[in-house]
């Protein structure tokens, strides 16, 4: 079935580098995605969005990209900083208007090296 | 971002009790709401999707009169666990959303059954 996973279950980035988390999905009905960030013991917590119309969005020292065309998405995180250590979901929605739910890639640890 | 409580983050009880969780969206009306269990270093499993003032929507192979679901107002959902087991321990975490599909979850709730 269609899923959506991550290319990498680690990542470690030295504090201060830019990191890259890279999510695929298969899903061709797939029109809006979230980047959560989940730390330790903690619920998943919103760090950006970008609906399927747009190829790029930038936050407070990230980016998401997307690529409909190979379906994939990335996270994009400027001069990392220990407090950005945290396992890293993206999710997709599928169309379905009020049914519509998320579809949760398996994680990626992202580990800040000082 | 939106705000969601989840209460208790911690619960011990012993095998064959119920235990229920509330989860409240504190600044917005939640027109929907999810529950979701996670196991350690995995991603989240959704169990069930609660519309207000409608019956659960169960994921396949959740057990919906082991997991009992109320969502009585557009701000709180609870779970309640009948008859708990040990292997129903783990990390359930629920998210609400308005009309748009981006999903807020709570902090968690860490249940062990002894």
């Known amino acids: 079935g269609e899923s959506v996973g991550l290319h990498l279950p680690t990542l470690s980035v030295q504090e201060g580098d830019n990191s890259i988390i890279n999510c695929a999905y298969s899903?061709?009905?797939?029109?809006?995605f979230i980047w959560y960030k989940q730390e330790s013991g903690k619920g998943p917590q919103f760090i950006i969005d970008?609906?399927?119309?747009?190829d790029k969005r930038q936050g407070q020292r990230v980016t998401v990209l997307l690529n409909k065309t190979v379906k994939h998405l990335s996270l994009q995180i400027a001069a990392t900083q220990p407090g950005d250590s945290a396992v890293y979901f993206c999710?997709?929605?599928?169309?379905?208007?009020?049914?519509?739910?998320?579809?949760f890639g398996k994680g990626i640890t992202l580990s800040v090296r000082p | 971002g939106a705000v969601v409580s989840q209460h208790p983050s911690r619960v011990i009880c012993k095998s064959g009790t119920s235990v229920k969780i509330e989860c409240r969206s504190l600044?917005?009306?939640?027109?929907?709401m999810f529950w979701y269990r996670q196991f350690p270093k995995k991603s989240l499993m959704l169990m069930a999707t609660s519309n207000e003032g409608s019956k659960a929507t169960y994921e396949q192979g959740v057990e919906k009169d082991k997991f009992l679901i109320n969502h009585a107002s557009l701000t709180l959902s609870t779970l309640t666990v009948t008859s708990a087991h040990p292997e129903d321990s783990s990390f359930y975490i629920c998210?609400?959303?308005?009309?748009?599909?981006?999903?807020?979850f709570g902090p968690g709730t860490r249940l062990t059954v002894l």
């Open positions: 998210s609400a959303r308005d009309s748009t599909p981006l999903q807020f």
């Open positions: 899903n061709s009905a797939s029109d809006y």
């Open positions: 600044d917005f009306q939640a027109t929907t």
């Open positions: 970008i609906r399927s119309n747009m």
């Open positions: 999710a997709e929605n599928i169309r379905g208007g009020a049914n519509s739910k998320l579809t």
